[in-house]
């Protein structure tokens, strides 16, 4: 299995549009600085799956030199729309029906959009069941996170691995931690770091302070993704240090 990341960071992206914050200043300056919202591309046998669609789609298609026909699935953990927003973007070629898998909850919400009925009658995307999921090694465990929208992390089965992915969480629960013990890798919430600079639970997000502790229990690898624009970054990574874990960066890549 090979995974890498499409983007890292959370609904603004970084630099984030009309912010002055010292972190969107300095991004929008250097390009090496800047961080795409968050997606996962991950290949698994002859399977090219991405999880989260969000407005930085195209973009990080093009990056990759993907086509819509290479893409065996997209899964969609929820309808903010900093994960779900890119899905539009498969309107803009030849109808090439992309399956895409979420849960029924999402299902349900998202056709009563006239652009997404629009999507799936002109066969741009097929919306799949979650018994289709599991047939391309792919499983939906629901998380709590905004209550006004159902959100799911997403676990993908590889030859030899699992990887759970799940960049929007409030609360780690036993439920969770009992899945994550099957795992091999977790990418978890990496918003924020604590409640310095933005208060997290307003935003329905657990902080790194709060769950590294929990999840180093596990004794997995565990990655960190979803970076709010308003992160210290090398603070972040000094926390994680001492779990031994990792501070995802757009691009990286890991080859099991």
Known sequence: MKTKFLGTAANGGLPQLD????NCVAASK????????SSLLVRTGDKKIVLDCGPDFRQQMLTEGLRLQEIDLIVVTHLHWDHFG???????????SVPVLMSKKNKKI??????IKFLVDAKFVRLVSEIEGKGIGVELFEVPH???FPTDAVIVHGDNKQVWYSPDVAKITGEMLDRMEAVDQIIFDATFLNEDNFPAKKFNHITIEESAPVLVKLKKEIIF?????SEDLVKMERFLDRFNFVL???GMEIDD
């Open 86 to 96: 890119g899905l539009m973007e498969l309107a803009g070629g030849k109808p090439s």
């Open 30 to 37: 250097k390009k090496n600085l800047r961080r795409l919202r």
């Open 225 to 229: 993704s979803h970076i709010n624009h």
């Open 248 to 250: 995802a960066k757009d």
């Open 146 to 148: 905004d209550p006004n």
């Open 110 to 115: 998202l056709m009563m959009r006239d652009e």
């Open 19 to 22: 912010c002055g914050c010292l």
